[in-house]
């Protein structure tokens, strides 16, 4: 795989050719993707269809896929799972990887962004999942990425906490303007969040659509309903 990390005023992300196979089995057959500074993609797709194989791609993860990948100086990458390390304080998994005496000011500063500001000496074991999701949304923001690509971020929050997490996704994205690829199962989540859903079936991208509607969005605008529709539809569910 062709790999290269470097400044480009007109994509933070470009991905060519993508392909990947697990034994006999090809999962990604040729993935073209392109994103745009400060957009937001979400990626659909049904289960097994290779999402999280293609995010691990693009954030440099699987050094056995071909094709070509173009990534921005500075990523950070958010799983499911929030993936702290339970022997360091909260504000450690935050700082870890930062040097400098100005690591913790900033480390303070993006937890108090994700509205943690006094659980910096807590463990990560003490924290609820939710709070645990944000920690790991600072450790990304604390690195100003250019792009943030995010593996069904929310997926494993009760729905209430679910909901408050996309706000502060939409209220970061707000003040950061960074990129994101954002995988979701969630269509009413990719609607909320995306300027553009693109769909993975059969190995590559079948569906590339922006999402022309303003924020802020709720599932009850008028377009809402019928990109909705369509995507379920895109997707094989019955809408
Ligand atoms: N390390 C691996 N070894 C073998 N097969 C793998 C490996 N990783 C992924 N696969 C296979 O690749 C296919 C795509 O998996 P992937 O996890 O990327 O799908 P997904 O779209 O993210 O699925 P889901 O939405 O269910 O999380 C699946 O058939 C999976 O079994």
Known sequence: MATRTEGDLSTVLTA???RRSFGAAVVLDGVDLAIAPGEVVALLGGSGSGKS??????????PDA????????HQAVVFQEHRLLPWKRVIDNVALGLSGPEAHARARAALAE???PDRDTAWPAELSGGQAQRVAVARALVREPELLLLDEPFGALDALTRLRMQQLFIRLRAQHRFAALLVTHDVDEALLLADRTVVLEGGRL???APVPLT????????????????????????A
């Open 206 to 208: 079948v569906e590339d």
């Open 53 to 62: 194989t293609l995010l691990r791609i693009l954030a440099g993860l699987d």
């Open 66 to 73: 071909t094709g070509t990948v173009r990534r921005p100086p």
């Open 114 to 116: 994700v509205g943690l």
């Open 16 to 18: 060519g050719g993508v």
């Open 215 to 238: 924020h802020p969005r709720t599932p009850d605008d008028p377009g809402f309903g019928a990109l909705r529709r369509h995507l379920l539809e895109r997707l094989g569910v019955a």
